[in-house]
């Protein structure tokens, strides 16, 4: 029966009821007014009807009491059930199922509701099941990656580690997955190096601007690893907004190559001291070539002898610069510090670019402080020395014939001296204000010859000494180069 059809019946019997009260009222009162409420035939009647009266009233309370609690409960006893029904689906207990017999319409409310949530468990399943499968092909992904790769949410909870991490960080999976990236790192030094690493950001493992790879031991033998920190941005839940999800950090194992690099510096190192002997041989068999002594050379012969000098000189200037940037590689540099007045250094300098200087008709100016108001340098002035030349030379060959060069010291401030060589020459294009100091670089199209290894050469050196070394160059106008010093 449906809730309408119950309601109906409901009403009707009490409607009906009501109709015989009204009924047997009317009897009882037709019979007091018929007879004389006194006289003995209206006794009887009259005591009939009250009983009927009062029985049918029983009667129609008692309905009413059933019907005003049960009606009301034979209603609310579908809904709640289906309230309760709908909240477990909200919680995504998709297995519930709903028995409504009371009627017809719930029968068919809980047979669509019950579909419904077959559906729904369906849909969940499957989708759960593709979630699943994605989540176990990214890790397989990730394993197969031959690189150590570990993955952190935003409280540095580590989210996915391959193998590879985990042999080198020697931890097992379950010690760390879901687990906080310094809690662990508490008992496991690598991994403390990189989560420091990672918190500031690069700046650990940076030496003046260079990333020093990080050595670990790993498979019984020293490794080089790169470390990078990669920031996971991604979309907000309001899909507009980019948040940030978590860091992924990343390590390269470089120790092939860092291998094939010492071998390299190791070759370069051999070849550049073994070939400097026979040039200072050729040198010096060309200066007795030119002792008037031994006799005297014709004009050609001269010529040739001078170019042969010049050559010399450039080879001899090259494989010096060789073998200073193998020291700096193979990290065998070593400084013998004295203390230095800075004038000694620039005289040096102007010393051994006099002759170039000359002959390109540059005029090379000193700027000097009086005594006393400069401080003195504790360096290796040798290589101090050795930048200041490098310097000069570039400013003499990159400027054109007969012009100027400044070369000066000043007291910046009570700790540090500055030291700069400024030319008027054709000046360098900003884009490589940053590569002119890496190994082997030249700015397309330089005429000039060279090696490309002065100024890296130079910096290094300055920054041996805990200096800097910066150029400010504007095109047509000429550069400055200042190496900035402790005094
Ligand atoms: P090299 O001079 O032997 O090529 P460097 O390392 O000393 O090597 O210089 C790198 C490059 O920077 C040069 O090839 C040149 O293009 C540029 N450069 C250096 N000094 C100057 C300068 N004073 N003026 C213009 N360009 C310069």
Redesign the pocket.
């Known amino acids: 029966m449906n809730i309408k059809s119950k309601l109906t019946f409901a009403i009707g019997i009490l409607v009906a009821m009501i109709v015989l009260l009204v009924v047997l009222s009317v009897a009882n009162l037709q019979i007091l007014t018929a007879t004389e409420p006194d006289s003995p035939a209206a006794g009887p009647g009259l005591e009939r009807a009250l009983i009927w009266i009062i029985v049918i009233g029983a009667v129609c309370i008692c309905i009413g009491v059933g019907m005003l609690f049960k009606l009301p409960a034979s209603i609310n006893r579908p809904i709640k059930q289906l309230t309760d029904g709908i909240l477990e689906i909200a919680n995504h207990h998709y297995e519930v199922s709903l028995n409504l017999t009371d009627s017809e319409e719930l029968m068919e409310v809980s047979k669509n509701f019950n579909r419904m949530a077959r559906r729904l468990s369906d849909y969940h399943n499957s989708t759960l099941s593709e979630l699943l499968a994605s989540k176990r092909y990214m890790e397989t992904i990730i394993n197969s990656i031959n690189e150590p790769i570990i993955g952190l949410d935003n409280d540095r909870r580590i989210l996915f580690i391959n193998d590879e991490a985990l042999n080198i960080l020697g931890l097992k999976r379950e010690q760390t997955i879901k687990q906080l990236a310094e809690e662990v790192s508490m008992t496991n030094d690598l991994l403390r190096r990189l989560v420091r690493g990672l918190l500031e950001k690069g700046k650990n493992n940076e030496v003046g601007g260079k990333k020093e790879p990080l050595k670990i031991y790993a498979n019984n033998k020293e490794c080089y690893f790169q470390v990078k920190y990669v920031e996971i941005t991604m979309k907000a839940t309001d899909g507009i907004t980019m948040e940030k999800g978590g860091d992924v950090i990343m390590l390269k194992n470089i120790t092939e190559f860092r291998e094939l690099d010492t071998a390299k510096t190791t070759f370069i190192s051999t070849i550049s001291h073994e070939l400097k002997t026979p040039i200072s041989a050729i040198l010096m068999s060309l200066q007795l070539l030119n002792d008037k002594r031994i006799g005297k050379l014709n004009e050609e012969q001269a010529d040739l002898s001078q170019s042969i000098k010049e050559n010399s000189e450039r080879l001899l200037n090259i494989t010096g610069e060789l073998l200073n940037m193998t020291q700096v590689e193979s990290g065998k540099l070593q400084l013998k510090p004295k203390i230095t007045k800075p004038i000694e250094l620039i005289e040096y300098a102007i010393k051994a670019n006099r002759v170039q200087a000359e002959k390109f008709g540059i005029q090379i100016e000193v700027e000097y402080p009086e005594d006393g108001k400069i401080g003195k340098l504790f360096v290796d002035s040798e290589k101090i020395a050795w930048v200041l030349t490098?310097l000069l030379s570039?400013?003499i060959?990159?400027s054109a014939e007969n012009g100027r060069v400044i070369i000066s010291a000043r007291q910046v401030d009570e700790k540090h001296i500055e030291m700069s060589v400024q030319?008027f020459?054709?000046?360098?294009d900003p884009r490589?204000h940053k590569s002119?100091f890496d190994h082997y670089?030249?700015?397309p199209g330089?005429k000039?010859q060279?090696?490309?290894?002065?100024?890296?050469i130079s910096r290094d050196f300055v920054e041996a000494h805990n200096g800097t070394l910066n150029v400010q160059?504007e095109l047509g106008k000429g550069?400055i180069?200042t190496i900035r010093l402790n005094s």
């Open positions: 490098n570039n400013a060959r990159y030319d020459g054709k000046g360098i490589y002119i670089f030249r700015v330089t000039v060279g090696s490309g290894l002065g100024l890296s160059s550069s180069f």
